[in-house]
C-alpha cells in the first residue's frame, strides 16, 4: 500500500506495509464463504439421499388381571380367664409325744433266714462308675498333648462336613495316672464322636488323684468336644 503524506516542506510519498491482522482478516471472509458452500453442499447431499423413514409398531398385548376372593377374616379368640392364685400353705401343727421312742432292731425280729442274700459276685471298681472319694483330684499331665489326641481321632469326613458334638466320658484312672476304662455317660448322638472321644481319652496321662497323701483310683468325668478350628 502506497499512502501520500503532506508537510509543510511539501508533499511526501511513503510505503505502507500490510499488516498481519489484515492479513488475517482477508483470508478469514475467504474461509468463511467456503464453509458455507461446503456446508450448504454437505447439507442438501444429505437430505437428498438419506434413506425414508417409517414408523414401527410398538403395540402391546393386554395382560388380563383375574380377581381372587380373599379368605376369610380370622376371628381371633379372646385371651383366657386369668388363673386363680394358689392358696397359700399352711403348716399344721402335731403334738409329739415325748416318749415315743424306736424300737430296736434285734434278731428275734429279724431273723438271719429273712434277710437277703448277699451279692453273688463282687464288682470291680473299674468296671462300672462309681463314687470314689478323694481330697486331691486328677489332673492331666499335658494338655497340648491331649487337645492333639483328640484333634487326631476327629473323623476325617466330618471335620470336612463341619460336624462336631460334645461328649461327656466317664474315665476310670488307677493310681499311676494310666486311664483304665471309659464309658460314654452323655452321647452326642454321633456314634463315631462316641467311639472317638473313649479311644482319645485311654490316651491320656494323669497325675493321679489323692485321698490324704496317698494316690487313689478314682473315676472322672470328662467333656470332649469335637469342632473345626479355623487355620
Not at 466317664?170 to 494310666?178: H, K, R, S
Request: with cysteine; aromatic share 8%.
Amino acid at each position: 500500500m502506497v499512502a501520500q503524506i503532506e508537510s509543510e516542506r511539501g508533499p511526501a510519498r511513503a510505503e505502507i506495509f500490510e499488516t498481519a491482522n489484515a492479513r488475517f482478516k482477508r483470508r478469514c471472509r475467504t474461509c468463511v464463504w467456503a464453509s458455507l458452500i461446503v456446508a450448504t453442499a454437505v447439507h442438501f447431499c444429505v437430505l437428498r439421499f438419506f434413506p425414508a423413514l417409517s414408523a414401527a409398531d410398538v403395540g402391546f398385548d393386554v395382560v388380563e388381571f383375574e380377581a381372587i376372593d380373599l379368605p376369610p377374616e380370622v376371628e381371633i379368640p379372646p385371651p383366657p380367664e386369668r388363673i386363680a392364685r394358689p392358696a397359700v400353705p399352711v403348716v399344721a401343727t402335731t403334738n409329739l409325744d415325748e416318749d415315743v421312742t424306736i424300737a430296736p432292731t434285734t434278731f428275734e425280729e429279724n431273723p438271719v433266714d429273712r434277710l437277703p442274700p448277699p451279692p453273688s459276685e463282687t464288682v470291680r471298681l473299674s468296671e462300672r462308675p462309681v463314687l470314689t472319694p478323694f481330697t486331691v483330684g486328677p489332673r492331666l499331665k499335658d494338655r497340648v498333648r491331649a487337645q492333639r489326641i483328640v484333634q487326631s481321632k476327629y473323623p476325617q469326613h466330618l471335620q470336612e462336613a463341619n460336624i462336631g458334638g460334645v461328649v461327656l466320658v466317664w474315665a476310670f484312672i488307677d493310681e499311676q495316672g494310666v486311664v483304665r476304662n471309659s464309658v460314654v455317660r452323655q452321647t452326642s448322638q454321633i456314634d463315631v464322636l462316641d467311639e472317638a472321644a473313649l479311644a482319645a481319652v485311654r490316651e491320656f496321662r494323669f497325675v493321679p488323684a489323692l485321698l490324704r497323701d496317698t494316690n487313689v483310683p478314682v473315676w472322672i468325668s470328662i467333656p470332649i468336644t469335637f469342632a473345626v478350628i479355623d487355620p
